[in-house]
């Protein structure tokens, strides 16, 4: 038991750092191949963040552990909203003026709808994973175009403020970033792998199901990264970059992590995934919408009832 748990501190240190340096690394390369902040931060930042779920459901949908891959999903996207964005909000509350958020969060809600749609027999196929991805491409495209065109001055303040030192760092050789890329990469994998190892063994250690781990520890632990950069933008009155972050990340998931998971490993099986964790999370999805149409606004108490529907979802979900 000692050394599952070792593992899983081992993995998450290193799925932290491996995503922090690959989020840099390809960031500072993105800035220098001519992307502007703004597009490098509604890309490349929202979804590098994410790369600890990608390369821990790929390494769990190659070791077998379906549950634990579509469970990381389903409780990444629970977790970022209910828990990071309640979190931050009480702590600082946010006032959004990013207009693109009037696209990026009904769209969130669309998706998760048609995974619940796609998963309806408990599988996710080849087919439905390339259809994910093939979503994915678009809504990047129609993303980029849509930001040159509604954003505000403050909010591309916001962007260029965040990442000026990256703007920087990519005046230095090209081959620095490249190394950064390569060790994120090398460390996340490495640290997937003990993640994934440390949480099966104590899921079967204690009789829990690998769906309820995927759901709670796996998926706490792979969203560090968001929990950081978001509590980071708020604390620095960088209300936009906190909720884009979530929202991206949460798109992210659906479509480029059950999209690839499933297109490379498919079909991806989860039978522990039950109705009541996915309508979870379409509800949590779609409770955002009406608390950032508000007011364009996420109060100090809006923050507090977030926190406490987790606290209910996973009372109600964990083994008694």
Same mark, same amino acid.
């Given at each position: 038991?000692?050394?599952?748990?070792?593992?899983?501190?081992?993995?998450?240190?290193?799925?932290?750092?491996?995503?922090?340096?690959?989020?840099?690394?390809?960031?500072?390369?993105?800035?220098?191949?001519?992307?502007?902040?703004?597009?490098?931060?509604?890309?490349?930042?929202?979804?590098?963040?994410?790369?600890?779920?990608?390369?821990?459901?790929?390494?769990? /949908?190659?070791?077998?552990? #379906?549950?634990?891959?579509?469970?990381?999903?389903?409780?990444? @996207?629970?977790?970022?909203?209910?828990?990071?964005?309640?979190?931050?909000? *009480?702590?600082?509350?946010?006032?959004?003026?990013?207009?693109?958020?009037?696209?990026?969060?009904?769209?969130?809600?669309?998706?998760?709808?048609?995974?619940?749609?796609?998963?309806?027999?408990?599988?996710? #196929?080849?087919?439905?994973?390339?259809?994910?991805?093939?979503?994915?491409?678009? +809504?990047?495209?129609?993303?980029?175009?849509?930001?040159?065109?509604?954003?505000?001055?403050?909010? $591309?303040?916001?962007?260029?403020?965040? !990442?000026?030192?990256? *703007?920087?760092?990519?005046?230095?050789?090209?081959?620095?970033? !490249?190394?950064?890329? $390569?060790?994120?990469? /090398?460390?996340?994998? /490495?640290?997937?792998?003990?993640?994934?190892?440390?949480?099966?063994?104590?899921?079967?250690? +204690?009789?829990?199901?690998?769906?309820?781990?995927?759901?709670?520890?796996?998926?706490?632990?792979?969203? !560090? =990264?968001?929990?950081?950069?978001?509590?980071?933008?708020?604390?620095?009155?960088?209300?936009?970059?906190?909720?884009?972050?979530?929202?991206?990340?949460?798109?992210? @998931?659906?479509?480029?992590?059950?999209?690839?998971?499933?297109?490379?490993?498919? =079909?991806? @099986?989860? =039978?522990?995934?039950? @109705?009541?964790?996915?309508?979870?999370?379409?509800?949590?999805?779609?409770?955002?919408? =009406?608390?950032?149409?508000?007011?364009?606004?996420?109060?100090?108490?809006?923050?507090?009832?977030?926190?406490?529907? +987790?606290?209910?979802?996973?009372?109600?979900?964990?083994?008694?």
């Amino acid at each position: 038991m000692l050394l599952s748990i070792s593992l899983i501190l081992a993995g998450l240190v290193a799925l932290y750092f491996g995503a922090e340096w690959l989020v840099k690394g390809a960031s500072s390369l993105a800035i220098r191949l001519g992307m502007t902040p703004l597009v490098a931060g509604l890309t490349v930042v929202a979804f590098g963040t994410s790369s600890p779920e990608l390369v821990v459901s790929l390494t769990a /949908a190659f070791n077998g552990a #379906t549950d634990i891959a579509l469970g990381n999903v389903v409780g990444s @996207n629970i977790f970022n909203v209910a828990v990071i964005l309640g979190l931050t909000a *009480a702590i600082v509350p946010l006032k959004v003026e990013f207009q693109l958020l009037k696209f990026d969060t009904p769209f969130m809600i669309a998706i998760s709808g048609l995974f619940l749609w796609f998963f309806r027999d408990r599988s996710i #196929t080849t087919l439905e994973g390339g259809i994910f991805f093939a979503i994915l491409i678009t +809504y990047l495209v129609i993303n980029v175009r849509l930001a040159k065109k509604q954003v505000t001055p403050h909010v $591309a303040e916001e962007y260029n403020g965040e !990442l000026a030192a990256l *703007a920087t760092q990519a005046k230095e050789p090209l081959w620095k970033s !490249l190394i950064l890329i $390569a060790i994120g990469l /090398a460390v996340l994998i /490495a640290g997937s792998r003990a993640f994934v190892i440390g949480a099966v063994n104590i899921a079967r250690s +204690y009789g829990i199901s690998e769906a309820i781990i995927g759901l709670t520890i796996v998926a706490a632990g792979t969203s !560090l =990264p968001e929990l950081a950069s978001s509590l980071v933008a708020a604390f620095r009155q960088q209300a936009d970059i906190a909720i884009g972050n979530i929202v991206g990340s949460n798109i992210f @998931n659906i479509l480029a992590i059950l999209g690839l998971s499933g297109l490379i490993a498919g =079909p991806l @099986n989860g =039978p522990g995934i039950t @109705n009541f964790d996915l309508w979870v999370m379409l509800g949590i999805s779609a409770a955002l919408l =009406p608390l950032l149409w508000t007011g364009f606004r996420i109060t100090r108490w809006e923050g507090l009832a977030l926190l406490a529907s +987790y606290g209910g979802y996973l009372f109600k979900i964990w083994p008694k």
